[in-house]
């Protein structure tokens, strides 16, 4: 595949298959993807601009990329509503922002 | 002291009469002073002046009854039991409610009178909790209410002292309490409270009787507490007319309570009255913000060093008219570094007038803040507190470690963890958890997290200081000193031109680095 690093989406791949494309600014707001995807870093993620996230699955990762959609939305917002998180959802969400350095 | 006249020893204004210390088996002793008195006069947690009593206001009744005098006092007399009684001053404050009895005055009165002069430092470091004298309200109190032991005890005069100022409260309360049992004490306390539920009463007085703890479920039935109508006493006054929306009022004062982390007080939403007074709390929980009809409080004689910004926030929002913070630990504002002076505080040219003014008490090093003219002043600004200084900020990470400096992109969104310990605080059953049950269930990754999570459910969620959103994990935070002083008097006196300000420490937090201020 082709060079994408200076792409504006990227594809975040769950441990169970489902892909997630957003825009890069956004998924940058986790350390560990802009990591991920500094080109400067030679890694394979960020050449294909495709990460995947072994540890999260399909459900996990949806919230995760709402979440992130969410922060790219409220950044410079006074009044930052609540985002809602399913009580079921949020140790997970826990651990995997833990992970993600968000 | 180069005071013209003389004060008299602060001993005298206690040992009023000599003749109570000739007890049986004291006599020799009665002119020695127990020497706990003496170590407890030299570690001062001393910290400011002020005329303000830092007690709770006194109770007077009136004789505004014609034949209520001396000569006839026995004899009966139509309306008798129903005087006025006062809050406050005697001199003309609000009635309080009338048809309590005149036993209850009694009983309010507190083996710590409260009175502190101002001129004089010795006698309020007798009367702060220092290190040393840590245990001097339990001993007084063992010594006062323990019938068995009055002359072998070797703080006796305590005991002559204390039965002097409160004849009553040995009597009524020796039944009670028997001795330092914890659960005696909690049992007094539950008995109390039942008595104030049954009779509709709203005047708590859980004063004096050395708690500890406040065990969980004491205060949540004071929710409930409704107030009966008195209408069966003939002839109805204007008095039977009253309220009987409950005016809530809880006295703590002269406990041992050390933490109100966690503590039922706060769901008390009717509170209006709240004291504190001479306890060994070393913080006001932001909690507090959730007593928003609190009109009185009195946290003074405690071990404080800041207090929570949510009090100003009750202050300058809330019902707050009356707070009462000194004597306590508060560090002055001249000891603490690199502040910055707020506003017209801390103009030089305003500084430079100000020394060449004052003579030599002012030193460059000391400057002491006053209220003067400025630009933009206006007429509440007598009234509301005022924004005098601010400390440094401290900044935390999104665990909430301290970082040195801001390195990250300032985002106003809250963090992902943040997102999802805002929604776990609000699981069922978060505020059970055991230390056990977290290091078995969870990753010892997210345990210091989740740890948090269930002290904001307990506490109660914090909210953030500028933006008032709620948040779990503090950002950023840094100490404000504000001047209070309208509302150290109970606003009975605004502040004047030329007026020394006494700024209080207000510790704030706030929910994002976008809320800190910014770098200065």
């Known amino acids: 595949m082709a060079s994408q690093t200076d792409s504006v989406y990227v594809t975040l791949v769950s441990s169970d298959g489902f892909e997630f494309i957003i825009p890069r600014s956004a998924a940058c707001i986790s350390g560990t993807i802009r990591r991920m995807l500094d080109p400067a870093s030679k890694f394979s993620e960020a050449l294909t601009g495709r990460c995947v996230l072994e540890t999260l699955n399909g459900v996990v990762l949806e919230k995760v990329c709402e979440y992130f959609l969410y922060n790219e939305k409220h950044k410079d917002q006074v009044n930052v509503p609540d985002m809602e998180i399913p009580a079921e959802l949020c140790l997970e969400l826990l651990m995997a922002a833990d992970y993600l350095d968000t | ?520």
């Not at chain 2, 206690?14 to 006069?41: V, W």
């Not at chain 2, 963890?417 to 049950?437: F, M």
């Open chain 2, 1 to 520: 002291m180069d005071n013209e006249i003389p004060l008299p020893p602060p001993r005298r204004v206690r040992y009023r009469s000599p003749s109570r210390f000739a007890l049986p088996g004291s006599g020799s002793g009665s002119g020695s002073i127990p020497s706990s008195f003496h170590k407890s006069r030299r570690f001062s947690r001393f910290d400011d002046r002020s005329s303000q009593p830092s007690s709770d206001p006194a109770l007077f009744s009136s004789d505004d009854i014609p034949a209520s005098g001396v000569e006839n006092y026995h004899a009966p007399v139509e309306g008798a039991g129903r005087k006025r009684r006062y809050r406050g001053t005697w001199w003309g404050e609000q009635v309080i409610d009338p048809k309590r009895k005149r036993a209850d005055f009694k009983e309010k009165r507190n083996v710590d009178s409260g009175v502190w002069m101002g001129s004089d430092d010795s006698f309020a470091e007798s009367c702060l909790p220092s290190e040393d004298a840590s245990n001097w309200g339990e001993d007084l109190l063992k010594t006062v209410l323990d019938p068995r032991a009055p002359s072998k005890a070797p703080n006796a005069p305590y005991l002559a002292r204390a039965s002097e100022s409160t004849p009553i409260l040995g009597q009524s309360r020796a039944t009670t309490i028997q001795g330092p049992v914890e659960s005696e004490e909690h049992k007094y306390a539950k008995a109390v409270i039942d008595t104030c539920l049954e009779r509709g009463d709203d005047n708590v007085d859980l004063g004096g009787i050395n708690l500890r703890t406040i065990p969980p479920g004491l205060l949540r039935p004071l929710q409930h507490l409704t107030k009966l109508p008195s209408l069966q006493e003939a002839p109805i006054s204007e008095n039977a007319y009253s309220s009987l929306q409950p005016f809530l009022r809880l006295y703590l004062s002269n406990n041992s309570l050390t933490n109100l982390d966690a503590s039922e007080i706060f769901e008390l939403k009717d509170l209006t009255v709240l004291s504190l007074r001479n306890n060994k709390l070393t913080r006001i929980p932001e909690a507090i913000r959730k007593l928003t009809a609190l009109q009185v409080l009195n946290i003074s004689v405690n071990r404080l060093s800041e207090l929570p910004w949510d009090l100003l926030w009750l202050m300058q929002q809330g019902e707050l008219k009356h707070l009462t913070a000194r004597p306590n630990s508060f560090p002055t504002i001249d000891e603490s570094d690199s502040i910055e002076w707020h506003g017209p505080f801390g103009n030089p040219d305003n500084e430079d007038r100000d020394m060449d003014e004052d003579d030599e008490d002012v030193t460059p090093s000391k400057y002491i803040p006053t209220f003067r003219d400025y630009e933009g002043r206006q007429a509440q600004d007598e009234r509301i507190p005022l924004h005098v200084a601010s400390g440094p900020v401290e900044y935390f990470d999104m665990e909430g470690r301290p970082v040195n400096a801001r390195d990250q992109i300032v985002s106003s969104a809250p963090s992902l963890r943040e997102v999802s310990l805002r929604a776990i605080s609000r699981l069922p059953g978060v505020e059970q958890l055991t230390d056990e049950e977290l290091n078995d269930e969870f990753p010892a990754l997210v345990i210091p997290l989740i740890a948090l999570a269930r002290r904001a459910r307990q506490e109660g969620i914090r909210h953030c200081s500028v933006c008032e959103r709620e948040f779990v994990i503090p950002r950023a935070a840094w100490t404000e000193w504000w001047d209070c002083t309208p509302h150290e008097n109970g606003m009975k006196r605004a502040r004047v031109l030329g007026e020394q300000l006494r700024p209080l420490p207000f510790k704030r937090s706030v929910c994002s680095w976008a809320c800190a201020p910014r770098e200065r």
